[in-house]
């Protein structure tokens, strides 16, 4: 009975860890590139699942087309952004920065509760379930595990195998090698910006797979706190790192969720948050740069 | 008028790089006072002085990662004072910074093949791997190895051969020698003597050890504080005692 529901919470912990993982992905390029901190990243979750939602509700459409426009939604919101602020603060202090992202966040958040009010919305997208042994799991989960993990194949192959990903690459191991290489830095920056906003916005729209309920323009904080916790984790900088980081903090909050319960006179969810720091924090005893890191 | 024409052209025919007047330096710093230098054609420069003399900040500058601040900056008689690094490297300038700078967790092939980057010298790569292999013999034994672990000789060796992947026209080298043992001193100055030989290249390069940077440069400037104090061939400089004496301490 135990060992059931253990297994269950861990195949829910584990689909919810792929998109944790995902994303974090497009916070661990930016840093990697520019090593800015997007402290707004939480907002731009948010954003994406209110497109998700407004494809679903407004216009009837499946949130599967919601996907490819919030990445291009957030791709574009991102080279602005950049064009018009980030771009500028490349080489000043990191507060001024940090700053520019937060009041990004900010003014994302009070566009979207003007556009869509300040109460909690939510819908419900149902294409059927599948019962396995020891739990049932929505179809849409199972899409949303799919979708994450070719999203991290994509970005993969593409830091992997184009020219541009391996001219990121470069900017992320040595600027002023890349510099030397003859490598448009400053087109790195605005690219690594606006496809991790992409990936982010895009983010949103896979997390409505999983839960689609309670969205409102506030809830990005627990995802910016998430992710910074899951960017530690797999290793500041490495976009796979973040991914791995994600599946581990997806694992360990869902599995010892099941392990507190068990214990009587406790309230199981707000030690799990305390668990996942714990497990941080030995990691990084263990490996200081995270999973993937590079120092 | 026809003698200030005839020697303009014929100044450019030999002229690779031509600094006038240049200014820059680190906000609100200054740090180059109007600096004026030359580098002829398939000619080996030098540029030595103390430390903080501003001869990283000259380089740097010239390459663009430092941004001049007034005066102007001729190569090959064109104006690219005010061009990005990414298009002087395209023409064919390129730079191997202080400390090298390469991609740690890359290996030594991947690192040589990022320095052919632009479209032009990717498609001479294949070209270029046996100019920098013949250059660097055990670089070849070592490319599938990450550059991190290599020797700094062997790490030097590395960004000098990145440098030519670019396939470039003028090379600055940025103290090639630093911290490196006196045998690959001698292998790392050799390399760019024959680097002038066998592909004709003009190379710049600022320098600590006076000594060797004499041997092998045709012509020399001598900085302090943000200018040029001296300037001759090697032989002229040795005369210059007392020059030697305040600015090389040799």
Known sequence: MLLQQLSGNLTQGLILGAIYGMATMGLNLIFGVMKIVNVGHGAFIMLGTFVSFAIFTYLGLTPIV????????????????????????????????????????????????????????GFTWDVGRVTLPFTVLP?????????????????????????????????????????????????MYALSFSIGIGLTVMSGVILTF?????????????Y?????????????????????????FGLVENGSYTLLSLIPGIEPFSLTRFVTFFILLIILLVRPTGLLGVK | MIRGLLRFTLGRESEMLKVDNLESGYR????????????????????????????????????GSVLPWNGKILYEGMDITELPTHSKVEKGIVLVPEGRHLFPNMTVK??????????????????????????????KERTKQRASSLSGGEQQMVAI?????????????DEPSQGLAPRLVIQVFEAIERMRGEIGLSVLFVEQNVETSLDISDYVYIMHEGSIKAEGTPKEIRALTDIREAYLGV
């Open chain 1, 66 to 121: 919601a996907i490819p426009l919030a990445f291009i939604v957030g791709f574009a919101l991102g080279s602005l952004f950049f064009y018009f602020i980030i771009g500028k603060l490349t080489n000043a202090p990191e507060l001024n920065s940090l700053l520019a992202t937060f009041a990004i966040g900010m003014l994302i958040e009070e566009v979207t509760k003007f556009i869509f009010g300040s109460e909690w919305r």
């Open chain 1, 139 to 187: 179809i849409t989960k199972i899409y949303a595990f799919i979708i994450s993990i070719l999203v991290v194949i994509a970005l993969y192959l593409w830091l992997r195998m184009t020219r541009s990903g391996t001219a990121l690459r470069a900017v992320v191991e040595d600027k002023e090698g890349a510099r030397v290489c003859g490598i448009n830095v400053d087109r």
């Open chain 1, 210 to 222: 999983f839960i689609s309920v309670g969205l409102n323009p506030y809830m990005g904080g627990a």
């Open chain 1, 224 to 248: 910016t706190l998430r992710a910074f916790v899951i960017a530690v984790l797999g290793g500041l900088g490495s976009p796979l790192g973040a991914f791995f980081g994600g599946v581990i």
């Open chain 2, 28 to 63: 609100p710093m200054q740090v180059l006072w109007g600096l004026n230098l030359e580098v002829k054609k398939g000619s080996i420069t030098s540029l030595l002085g103390p430390n903080g003399a501003g001869k990283s900040t000259t380089l740097k500058t010239v390459f």
């Open chain 2, 110 to 139: 991947e690192n040589l093949i990022m320095g052919a980057y632009s479209e032009e010298a990717a498609k001479r790569q294949v070209e270029s791997f046996e100019l920098v292999y013949s250059l660097f013999p055990v670089l």
């Open chain 2, 161 to 173: 051969g990145r440098a030519l992947m670019v396939r470039p026209k003028i090379m600055m080298l």
